[in-house]
């Protein structure tokens, strides 16, 4: 990355080497490191339970399921990219990050959160392929179909110039970020340059990560919805849309809660109900996609009860 503000700011004349994150009120930390510690570890082990059932359970290896093991292995990644560094500003009265540890993390979370939206719409398609073509489900969602989707998901966050150009930019001073982690709006507050190509580049980059995953999920659900509407038992339709409510659910929270913080204005300030709505799809989300899924689910409780039985776990033991 080449960071132009580590050239002699213009304002002090000082060379800016870290960012201070300023994050939540001094009251409330200490209850806040308590929840989040908490969130963190539920977290970890709700996803880390789905990946392990869905990979040692035979009955769940059908398409939905390996793209809800991509879903849940994204949501370990997503989390951990901001709590735990977090967790340690708690516990620390000076919330230093140096520049490189800033980009990274941005970069990283730039990443996940667009692996994350593309998931989500091929998680829709995989849908709308079950509900509206079920006879050519399997020939059309085979596992090399699953795996390259997956792969193109992963390999489309990664791939995004976005870290760059922002932090090409000039940082003048203060170097106080008004946040908990290192995110575009409140980076964009503290350059002195010109903003015009990089607010260019990141609506650009928002419409393809963010938009079209979102109209591609809202096109299969019309798809979706007109083909149960058309089911003559009202039973049968109830149960056909439910096998999409877990996955409309988190898509409704993921999406709602992102497009308020970045659907809007670049170069905003960033108030305390900014970091509370972005708190809820980077945390509270990735806790919610187990949660969500295995108490809607009966394929995965059963799952669940079969795989942590103890008198198995007895068994396996050597």
Wanted: aromatic share 14%; charged share 15%; with cysteine.
């Amino acid at each position: 990355l080449v960071w132009k503000g580590q050239n002699m700011a213009q304002k002090n004349g000082t060379q800016m080497t870290e960012f201070i994150l300023l994050g939540f009120s001094t009251e409330t930390q200490p209850l806040l490191f308590g929840i989040f510690v908490i969130i963190y570890i539920f977290t970890f082990i709700g996803n880390l339970s789905i990946i392990l059932i869905v990979t040692m359970d035979p009955i769940l290896q059908s398409p939905m399921y390996l793209f809800l093991r991509n879903l849940s292995i994204i949501e370990i990644f997503y989390i951990s990219v901001t709590v735990p560094r977090m967790l340690k500003d708690f516990l620390q009265e000076k919330k230093a990050i140096s520049i490189m540890g800033c980009a990274a993390q941005f970069y990283f979370f730039c990443c996940l959160g667009a692996t994350e939206c593309f998931t989500l719409a091929f998680m829709a398609y995989d849908r709308y392929v079950a509900i509206c073509h079920p006879l050519h489900y399997m020939s059309i969602m085979t596992k090399r179909r699953c795996l390259s989707m997956s792969i193109a998901s992963w390999l489309t966050g990664m791939v995004l110039p976005l870290t760059i150009f922002i932090f090409r930019l000039t940082f003048c001073g203060p170097n106080v970020i008004n946040h908990f982690f290192c995110d575009i709006s409140p980076l964009l507050n503290l350059s002195c340059t010109d903003l015009s190509f990089t607010e260019l580049v990141d609506f650009i980059l928002a419409m393809v990560v963010i938009m079209i995953p979102l109209v591609l999920i809202i096109i299969t659900y019309v798809f979706i919805l007109w083909t149960v509407l058309r089911i003559p038992n009202n039973q049968g339709r109830q149960k056909t849309f439910s096998t999409c409510a877990s996955h409309l659910t988190i898509v409704i929270i993921f999406y709602t809660t992102t497009l308020f913080i970045y659907a809007r204005p670049r170069k905003a300030n960033p108030f305390d109900s900014n970091k509370l709505v972005t708190v809820f799809y980077s945390v509270v989300t990735p806790l919610l996609n187990p949660i969500i899924y295995c108490l809607r689910n009966k394929e995965v409780k059963l799952a669940l009860k079969k795989t942590f039985r103890w008198k198995d776990f007895w068994k396996l033991r050597p």
